[in-house]
């Protein structure tokens, strides 16, 4: 049998909740920069932001939701 183009990868971790609830976290302050970005600027400002705010909060949620089923990814 001949073996063509194998890439040697670390072994997983069996549960990345650590590393999950880390990414949580710095998803929730981004979220919270971007808001007080959104208050602090103009209405221009806050209509450009939207868009990440959004990103934000459907990471925050998709992480969240890792973490509930045991942060196995």
């Known amino acids: 049998m001949e073996k063509y183009n194998e890439q040697m990868l670390p072994k997983r971790a069996r549960s ?3 590393a999950v609830g880390k ?4 998803v929730i ?14 209405e221009v400002v806050a ?8 990103r934000l909060i459907y990471a925050k949620n998709y992480l969240s939701d890792a973490i509930r089923e045991g942060g196995a990814l």
């Open 23 to 26: 990414a949580l976290e710095f």
């Open 47 to 54: 209509t450009w932001l939207d868009p990440v705010e959004l």
């Open 29 to 42: 302050l981004a979220l919270d920069d971007v808001r007080d970005c959104k208050a602090c600027g103009s």
């Open 16 to 18: 990345q909740r650590q």
